[in-house]
């Protein structure tokens, strides 16, 4: 059974830092793209970075500089360091794994709220 582990997720002040986490099992982690998305109140999700089997790393335009995604292989977790952060960073943030077209899972996602 494949799972997807969030957290990491809370209420910061604008300017405030973030790190959160997704602890994958049930998957050969090593063989899968792993991503962060984003679903904002009334919006649609969207992708926020995403990070390839080889570490290959792409952002959308409003986390570059900001937001950094790495992982760690060998403890099967994909990580979203945030800084910076806004107040329309504000939404749900959920990790993907995805491997091929067929094989995509998705985590229950963490609350990121950025206000003072």
């Known amino acids: 059974q494949v799972q997807l582990g969030e957290s990491g997720g809370d209420l910061v002040q604008p300017g405030g830092s973030l790190r959160l986490s997704c602890a994958a099992s049930g998957i050969i982690f090593d063989l899968y793209a792993m991503g962060w998305y984003r679903q904002a109140p009334g919006k649609q999700r969207e992708l926020v970075a995403a990070?390839?089997?080889?570490?290959?790393?792409n952002y959308a335009d409003s986390a570059k500089g900001r937001l950094t995604i790495s992982r760690d292989n060998a403890k099967n977790t994909v990580y979203l360091q945030m800084n910076s952060l806004k107040p329309e960073d504000t939404a749900v943030y959920y990790c993907?794994?995805?491997?091929?077209?067929?094989?995509?899972?998705w985590g229950q996602g963490t609350q990121v709220t950025v206000s003072s």
């Open positions: 990070i390839t089997s080889r570490g290959s790393t």
């Open positions: 993907n794994a995805r491997y091929g077209p067929v094989h995509s899972y």
